[in-house]
């Protein structure tokens, strides 16, 4: 079963379960979460984030537009099905 099956399988099940249920799962992924994570102050994010923004500007990162993404996805779809 696949990653994105997974995922909303557990969101299905998180969204009804029993509140001594949602503790549990909680408890085992709690220390995965991070909660208090900054973004911001991620020294290795940001130089990926600035790279990424400089090349955009340079125009030597290839971008897709929202109509050629939502193009790419309708192919993707028709082909999954």
Do not use: C, P
Request: hydrophobic content about 35%; proline content about 0%; charged content about 35%.
């Amino acid at each position: 079963m696949g990653s994105s099956i997974l995922r909303q399988k557990l969101h299905s099940y998180i969204r009804f379960a029993e509140d001594k249920k949602i503790k549990a799962i909680y408890t085992m992924v709690e220390d995965d979460i991070a909660t208090n994570y900054q973004w911001w102050e991620d020294k290795n994010l940001m130089a990926a984030i600035s790279k990424d923004a400089s090349e955009i500007k340079k125009g030597t990162q290839k971008t897709f537009s929202l109509m050629e993404m939502k193009k790419t996805i309708e192919t993707a779809r028709k082909k999954s099905k």
